[in-house]
């Protein structure tokens, strides 16, 4: 009967995604934790994620207009007065050989995401697994999940820019991820197709996914490990002890006022109530110490 | 205090009047519809240039994910919310002197929002799914999301869309009589269909009229929820400087006052266009005036409101972007906005102002810049200073995008071209009224010359 | 066999008259046959003529509330129960599955949208349109003069047109 089914996905449905609520409980639920300490903003995340996603790469021009679609990025963030060629007269910084902050921004997979409600053809959904995700095929690009996005992650399709693409270089192209064609919004997955793969090779098995099992693009091509990505639900996984060190939550709290902590966890825009599933350890600065 | 309009005005000269707009039009006519015909025929192929190649070829990027086409959608849909004010409020408050004006006031309101229909359309990026957001059953079992604003934009426009049409038609049934009475040739056939086999007789009266009350009372609610709807687009969303909660009475306020001026605008085209001095008249063009002015006014202060909690509530964000609004790339028109906006419907004041038709055709016009710019400034300068340094970037509107943005202006005034030689632009019947309710005793039909039958098609079918 | 039935058509210039004309018609003695299909023509509404002919009343407003009702629990299930829940159910993180703010939304429009359509079809309802124009219609109506429309018996006719002509219609059509 219909109106029972509409009971049943209201009482199920009713907080989504969450881990620990009586509703429901998932197998899964994708986090990531990055630690700024041991990043040294070399980029090859950002290259391993290129290559793995199908990513045009637009040329000098077009990413200075905005149309850059690196769906990862490494962001610098200079200090008071460290920015080269500012006017104002900096404080003399006392380690500027320690430059900038390298923050790697992708999409923060966020549980109360804003871009999910604004869409008004139901293309940013959020998954059983914890993530947020963007269905091309329904996209009609009205580009209002950009708009809502607090982190500017989501990367719109301005161009047919796959018509770019002269031969071989098709070649290069990942065929586990569909190329996207002009008028569709796109942004990072948590490498969903890897992630499929290795949920479908573990349903054959009659487990769940290890820890370690199955890596992002980013967690594997980074030098020095900064990035570690895991199941959030297993208590055990690397993720889920990094967050618990850094005392971060999830699942449904709301943040009232909570006092800066001694942990270098942290959430960006944690005020605005998106619940990100990324959490950067801060990085150590000679300063503070 | 001035009569609005003349008491011994002869009933049947109201008719001969409005009949003779109706016949073949001269050549400034045809030169205004040819020259708006090729503006959107231009439009039109500016539009299939970004078709073929995908939105980058109208500027846009990220962050500036929502332009000019944004801008022209909340710009169109405003000038059609002062024409049911017009119509329905003054209707409900029995305001004798919006008789002659409402039924072009309501033509406006009409047109306009066809013209607003189209930008939700064309800005899309696969421009061929768009009716994806219409509910209709399928096969996939896939629903819009009812939850989006746009979806509620959706909702919202086709109600007053249609409910606008219906209640210009509505009002238009008796006038429309007229018209098949005089009528010869194909206009004879298209009024005989329109005008249902209206005679005026007393069981029709009645109804109309409780129709008509019951209809106003809709629409007044509705005009001013649809703009509510249109700034939750803005007001729902998370970014500083949208998300407040006085954009609702902002944008009607705002939405008001550019259409107060289209009306102005149309008013004084349609009083030389056709010579309706007796009816469009000076002292109602006043009071048109005044309108304008007590809007502006309202929506100035909620301008001025809005910047005020931005500036004492300390949140940095929305700080920055006033401070990016006054100081920022854009500041000059922001300026220009407000200092417009704010001190231009001081002229009103002066009576000379008012009273001098090409001054209020030119402020008119210069009023509604502004409130395109205002538009335009609501979108640009959040989404260049939005909260992720990462994702700010700078957009000014592209060649393309004022193409498209001229040609939509020029359909505007092509659809409202074309409703004046076809439908009355005057309501016969409630002149009559007004003239019924004010009649001294003496005062009766003077007979005139019966009217010459209206051209039509070359042939001639037999007149009544 | 009945009499024949004919039709008149009186025009008049002023309203006074035409209300006199009325008053008179309806209280004629015509030998036990009262005259009872009497209509108005007129270029605008007339209250004060039309309370003389006499009313019948007017259903629309059963019509707009039906619409209206309607509309508002319409907009309900079209949102709750086919969009959001009942098929599939939309999952967005953050919001509930029924968000009942938004679905107020299109509830309110959908109610305006709804009593403005079932209103227009009280209208052509209570008003018999679309209908033919009948016979005896002439422009002057729209114009400027009161019709006033009887149907009488054959005996009756000699006398009612005597009765317009008393009271200075400036027209009288005849039909058969």
């Not at chain 1, 996905?9 to 995604?17: D, F």
């Not at chain 2, 299939?48 to 109208?58: F, I």
């Not at chain 2, 200092?339 to 509604?368: C, D, E, K, Q, T």
């Amino acid at each position: 009967m219909p109106l029972e089914e509409m009971i049943i996905h209201w009482k199920e449905y009713r907080k989504s995604g969450q881990v620990g609520d009586e509703a429901r409980s998932y197998d899964y639920r994708w986090g990531m934790s990055i630690d700024l300490d041991i990043c040294t903003g070399c980029g090859a995340c950002v290259t391993a994620c290129y290559a793995e996603n199908n990513l045009p790469v637009v040329g000098k021009e077009r990413f200075e207009r905005g149309l850059a679609m690196h769906w990862m990025r490494i962001e610098h963030y200079w200090g008071e007065g460290e920015e080269p060629g500012t006017k104002r007269a900096p404080p003399a910084p006392r380690f500027p050989e320690q430059g900038a902050q390298h923050i790697p921004m992708l999409c923060q997979q966020c549980q109360h995401a804003p871009c999910e409600p604004v869409c008004p053809v139901s293309a940013a959904y959020h998954t059983p697994d914890g993530l947020n995700g963007q269905v091309y095929n329904r996209c009609i690009g009205s580009r209002y999940c950009s708009n809502n996005c607090p982190y500017k992650v989501r990367y719109f399709n301005f161009y047919s820019l796959h018509e770019d693409l002269q031969s071989p270089l098709e070649q290069q192209l990942n065929p586990d991820v569909s190329v996207r064609d002009k008028g569709v919004m796109e942004k990072c997955t948590f490498c969903v197709q890897r992630l499929q793969r290795a949920k479908n090779t573990a349903k054959n098995e009659a487990r769940l996914v290890r820890d370690g099992e199955v890596k992002t693009a980013c967690q594997q091509a980074c030098p020095t490990q900064a990035i570690v990505f895991g199941n959030l639900a297993d208590q055990d996984s690397a993720v889920a002890r990094s967050w618990r060190q850094a005392k971060m939550k999830h699942g449904h709290v709301e943040h009232h006022g909570v006092p800066p902590k001694p942990e270098r966890g942290y959430r960006v825009f944690e005020q605005m109530n998106t619940e990100p599933s990324v959490t950067y350890l801060e990085r150590v600065r000679d300063d503070t110490i | 205090m001035e009569a609005e309009i003349r008491k011994d005005i002869a009933w049947a000269k109201i008719n001969a009047d409005v009949l003779r707009s109706m016949e073949t039009p001269r050549r400034t006519y045809w030169l205004m519809v040819g020259g708006c015909a090729l503006l959107v025929a231009l439009a039109f192929f500016a539009y299939t240039y970004q078709y073929r190649l995908g939105l980058g070829v109208a500027g846009l990027n990220r962050p500036h994910m929502w332009g000019p086409y944004i801008a022209n959608f909340i710009f169109w849909v405003g000038v059609s919310h002062a024409g049911t004010l017009l119509s329905a409020a003054l209707l409900i408050t029995r305001t004798e002197w919006r008789r002659p004006v409402y039924r072009s006031a309501e033509a406006m309101t009409s047109c306009a929002l066809m013209t607003a229909g189209l930008f939700p359309i064309l800005h899309l990026g696969r421009v061929w799914d768009f009716y994806w957001t219409f509910p209709y059953p399928n096969q996939r079992e896939l629903w819009p999301n009812f939850r989006s604003p746009l979806l509620w934009d959706l909702t919202a426009i086709f109600t007053y869309l249609n409910c606008s049409l219906l209640f210009l038609y509505y009002g238009m049934v008796p006038d429309l009589a007229i018209y098949r009475d005089k009528a010869i040739g194909w206009r004879k056939k298209l009024y005989r269909a329109l005008s249902l086999g209206w005679t005026g007789s007393d069981q029709q009266w009645r109804n109309f009229r409780i129709g008509y009350l019951t209809l106003a009372c809709f629409l007044l609610p509705l005009a001013i929820s649809v703009h509510s709807v249109v700034s939750a687009d803005f007001a729902m969303a998370n970014l500083p400087g949208w998300h407040v909660t006085s954009f609702p009475p902002y944008f009607v306020a705002g939405a008001l006052y550019s259409g107060c001026a289209g009306i102005i605008t149309l008013f004084i085209l349609l009083r030389h266009l056709f010579r309706f001095e007796d009816y469009l008249t000076l002292p109602i063009l006043d009071k048109l005036c005044w309108i304008t002015f007590a809007i502006a006014m309202v929506w100035s202060y909620l301008n001025l409101i809005e910047f005020a909690t931005a500036f004492y509530g300390g949140d940095r964000f929305d700080l920055e972007v006033l401070h990016e609004k006054a100081t920022g790339p854009y500041a000059p028109y922001w300026w220009f906005m407000i200092v417009g906006g704010i001190g231009l419907p001081f002229l009103l004041l002066a009576r000379r102002v008012r009273r001098n038709l090409a001054a209020l055709m030119i402020l008119s016009l210069v009023m509604n810049v502004i409130m395109w710019i205002e538009r335009w400034m609501i979108l640009a300068p959040t989404l260049k200073h939005n909260f992720m340094p990462y994702g700010w970037g700078i957009k000014w509107p592209s060649a393309l995008e004022l193409i498209i943005t001229f040609g939509a202006l020029a359909w505007f005034t092509l659809l409202f071209l074309v409703f004046v030689k076809i439908f009355p632009s005057l309501s016969m019947y409630e002149i009559k009224e007004m003239l019924h309710e004010h009649r001294d005793v003496s005062d009766r039909a003077v007979r005139e010359p019966p009217p010459r039958p209206i051209a039509g098609a070359a042939h001639a079918a037999a007149a009544p | 066999m009945p009499p024949p039935r004919r039709e008149l058509t009186a025009l008049f210039t002023d309203f006074d008259a035409a209300r006199a004309a009325i008053i008179e018609l309806k209280g004629l003695d015509l030998a036990g046959e009262p005259i009872e299909k009497m209509r108005l023509h007129t270029p605008i509404p007339h209250p004060e003529l039309e309370e003389v002919v006499g009313t019948r009343p007017v259903s629309l407003r059963r019509f707009t509330l039906l619409g209206a009702l309607s509309g508002c629990i319409g907009g309900f299930v079209l949102t709750a129960v086919f969009a959001q829940s009942m098929f599939t159910a939309q999952v967005q993180g953050g919001k509930p599955v029924i968000p009942l703010p938004a679905n107020f939304v299109i509830m309110y429009e959908l109610t305006i949208l709804l009593g403005v359509w079932f209103t227009l079809i009280g209208f052509l309802v209570g008003a018999r349109l679309p209908t033919r124009v009948h016979r005896l219609h002439t422009p002057k109506v729209n114009e400027d003069q009161v019709g006033l429309w009887v149907e009488v018996l054959e005996p009756q006719y000699e006398r009612v047109k005597a009765l317009f002509a008393r009271h200075g219609a400036s027209e009288v059509l005849e039909g058969t």
